[in-house]
């Protein structure tokens, strides 16, 4: 049988943790870039997006007459996607490390 005082404790713990996790979310910050450069995304741990780089060569060869602004697009896309997988790491790592804190049964978590 769980006990009630223990249970309250453990949800403290849990709630305090949770807190924690978000200050580090917003302070922790990733970057990831594609097409060698051409284009840069930096992201907080919350996957919000704080700025994004595009190299001006990327932009001058929109100047053509056949603009490839599907290329840019793609490297736009590219740039996200690979800082939220950064970010997603990193919030998986600091979930199991806080986590083992709390002595879960495994596979709960």
Do not use: H
């Not at 713990?13 to 949770?18: E, G, I, L, P």
């Amino acid at each position: 049988m769980v006990n009630p005082l223990k249970l309250q404790e453990m949800l403290g713990q849990a709630k305090q943790m949770q807190e924690q996790m978000q200050q580090k979310l917003a302070s922790t910050v990733v970057e990831a870039s594609a097409g060698g450069g051409a284009v840069t995304v930096t992201m907080n741990g919350k996957k919000e997006v704080l700025k994004l780089t595009i190299d001006p060569a990327a932009v001058a060869s929109l100047a053509g007459p056949n603009p490839d602004v599907e290329m840019l697009e793609d490297l736009i896309t590219a740039a996200v996607n690979e800082a939220g997988r950064r970010a997603e790491e990193i919030l998986k790592s600091s979930v199991q490390g806080m986590l083992g804190g709390l002595n879960l049964p495994p596979g709960l978590f």
